[in-house]
């Protein structure tokens, strides 16, 4: 069993930066492709970010391009979501999630192709 673990979040000004971590107990983070999303009440989860099992390959929302940027450690079994140039609209919870399934693809992008969750961390960015 999977069990993620994100902190980080906060409250920001606009412009400012912030950065998340999702840390990863329960197996083995360089087998699985692994990803952010984020959620506003009342709206569906909605793709940011996703890296690929070695962390060569990313993959970003058109929204966070330029501006958010994820990285992983697999030794340390964390996943880091570097968050810069921040917008009010940036403001949701923000989880963590990873796909541990095989398959041939490098990243994914759909929150129901990833298998486990973490509880989620609140970014509030003001105007």
């Known amino acids: 069993q999977v069990q993620l673990v994100e902190s980080g979040g906060g409250l920001v000004q606009a412009g400012g930066s912030l950065r998340l971590s999702c840390a990863a107990s329960?197996?083995?983070?360089?087998?699985?492709?692994m990803g952010w999303f984020r959620q506003v009440l009342g709206k569906e989860r909605a793709f940011v970010a996703a890296?690929?099992?070695?962390?060569?390959?990313?993959y970003y929302a058109d929204s966070v391009k330029g501006r958010l940027s994820i990285s992983r450690d697999n030794a340390k079994n964390t996943v880091d979501l570097q968050m810069d140039s921040l917008k009010p609209e940036d403001t949701a919870v923000y989880y963590c999630?990873?796909?541990?399934?095989?398959?041939?693809?490098?990243?994914?992008?759909?929150?129901?192709?990833?298998?486990?969750w973490g509880q989620g961390t609140q970014v509030t960015v003001s105007s």
């Open positions: 999630a990873a796909r541990t399934r095989s398959s041939v693809r490098t990243y994914f992008t759909d929150a129901a192709e990833y298998d486990y």
């Open positions: 329960g197996g083995t983070l360089n087998n699985y492709r």
């Open positions: 890296i690929s099992r070695s962390g060569a390959s990313t």
